[in-house]
């Protein structure tokens, strides 16, 4: 606002900025801010579109098919053709992660997910599903309770130490048991070929969270005793 002399000798403001001199610039000061973010930067995994990362990715959307035969006792042609599809999806992968090079951080991520999302549906629609025969409620807790503790367990493993902890041999003999528990199911095995193939898989589902939990404690030691500049930071 400017002020100038009236007819009266007195000031009369006005709304016109001050006049600068000829060659005079007015500069004004703007501060400037970052964008604040709410998204934590995620650590760099490597290559996402592999051929065994797109293996792994198949058996997560067959998952969701076998899932829906179970539940409704669908048509066991297809039942069976899928499962097979699965088990094989699940033995590729990892081979030709090593026979291609090309071994990532995300692979170790994808491969136990859809292993364990796997599990998780399918025990889940044989110990629910209105048809007979069905899977005993404790191995339901048990598969489940495994599963998501191990996920957990590797996503604290992954923040305190910034590495991807590779899913170990006896998950998948586990994993391997499991399914052939599964179609015993479908098939109607005998009572003991089912008994056989779900103790088996217990056993080894119990012997892996064990190896899981001494891996989970030596990664947790091994990362508070690292110095700041040792342990690998995000981006």
Same mark, same amino acid.
């Given at each position: 606002?400017?002020?100038?002399? $009236?007819? $009266?000798?007195?000031?009369?403001?006005?709304?016109?900025?001050?006049?600068?001199?000829?060659?005079?610039?007015?500069?004004?000061?703007?501060?400037?801010?970052?964008?604040?973010?709410? #998204?934590?930067?995620?650590?760099?995994? @490597?290559?996402?579109?592999? *051929?065994?990362?797109?293996?792994?990715?198949?058996?997560?959307?067959?998952? #969701?098919?076998?899932? &829906? %035969?179970?539940?409704?006792?669908?048509?066991?042609?297809?039942?069976? $053709?899928?499962?097979?599809?699965?088990?094989?999806?699940?033995? %590729?992968? $990892?081979?030709?992660?090593?026979?291609?090079?090309?071994?990532?951080?995300?692979?170790? &991520?994808?491969?136990?997910?859809?292993?364990? %999302?796997?599990?998780?549906?399918?025990?889940?629609?044989?110990?629910?599903?209105?048809?007979?025969?069905?899977?005993?409620?404790? =191995? %339901?807790?048990? &598969?489940?309770?495994?599963?998501?503790?191990?996920?957990? @367990?590797?996503?604290?493993?992954?923040?305190?130490?910034?590495?991807?902890?590779?899913?170990?041999? *006896?998950?998948?003999?586990?994993?391997?048991?499991?399914?052939?528990?599964?179609?015993?199911?479908?098939?109607?095995?005998?009572?003991? #070929? =089912?008994?056989?193939?779900?103790?088996?898989?217990?056993?080894?589902?119990? =012997?892996?969270?064990?190896?899981?939990?001494?891996?989970?404690?030596?990664?947790?030691?091994?990362?508070? @005793?690292?110095?700041?500049?040792?342990?690998?930071?995000?981006?």
């Amino acid at each position: 606002m400017d002020s100038r002399d $009236g007819a $009266g000798g007195g000031r009369i403001a006005t709304d016109h900025p001050p006049r600068l001199p000829v060659g005079h610039r007015l500069v004004v000061s703007r501060k400037q801010t970052r964008p604040m973010s709410f #998204v934590p930067s995620l650590p760099n995994l @490597g290559r996402f579109w592999t *051929a065994a990362n797109a293996l792994s990715l198949c058996r997560l959307a067959l998952v #969701v098919p076998i899932t &829906v %035969f179970l539940w409704r006792d669908g048509p066991l042609g297809w039942l069976l $053709g899928l499962v097979i599809l699965v088990i094989l999806t699940d033995w %590729f992968d $990892g081979r030709i992660a090593r026979w291609t090079h090309s071994v990532s951080d995300w692979g170790k &991520v994808i491969d136990p997910v859809a292993d364990k %999302f796997a599990a998780i549906m399918t025990v889940t629609a044989l110990t629910f599903r209105p048809a007979d025969p069905h899977l005993p409620l404790w =191995f %339901f807790g048990l &598969v489940v309770g495994r599963d998501v503790a191990i996920l957990l @367990g590797g996503m604290a493993i992954a923040r305190r130490s910034g590495q991807i902890v590779m899913s170990a041999w *006896a998950g998948k003999a586990a994993s391997l048991w499991l399914a052939l528990t599964i179609l015993s199911v479908i098939l109607r095995a005998d009572p003991p #070929v =089912f008994r056989v193939c779900l103790w088996m898989a217990t056993g080894l589902f119990v =012997f892996s969270f064990l190896l899981y939990v001494v891996r989970y404690l030596q990664a947790t030691r091994n990362a508070e @005793g690292a110095t700041p500049d040792s342990v690998p930071q995000g981006p």
